[in-house]
């Protein structure tokens, strides 16, 4: 199973909240390994976005920042979620999906 990270510190390999920014879903039309979610509802843990991503390919690593509402996901090798769905909902609310893009 991936590792599961809760509240606290976001590690430094995640860089900052604000390279990522808000807006609407994006479908991701390009290959990576990690994804920033952004705009979770109250209450999703890691759990939550392990067993919602998890359906699309094998997980190495699941954070979420539950205060501020964002985390990220990251497959075992590259992955594209455009294929996926148009939509990801998680607790009935659309999320943002985008590539994690290194500071």
Not at 14 to 19: C, K
Not at 78 to 102: Q, R
């Amino acid at each position: 199973d991936a590792p599961v990270y809760g509240t606290g510190a976001m590690p430094a390999q995640y860089g900052t909240v604000a390279q990522y920014g808000t807006g609407s879903m994006q479908a991701q039309q390009s290959m990576s390994q990690k994804f920033f979610v952004g705009g979770l509802p109250p209450g999703v843990e890691a759990s939550d976005l392990r067993l919602y991503f998890q359906r699309f390919g094998q997980l190495s690593d699941v954070f979420v920042m539950w205060k501020k509402g964002f985390g990220f996901v990251t497959y075992q090798g590259p992955h594209s979620l455009y294929s996926s769905e148009t939509d990801h909902v998680l607790n009935g609310k659309v999320v943002t999906v985008k590539e994690a893009v290194p500071p």
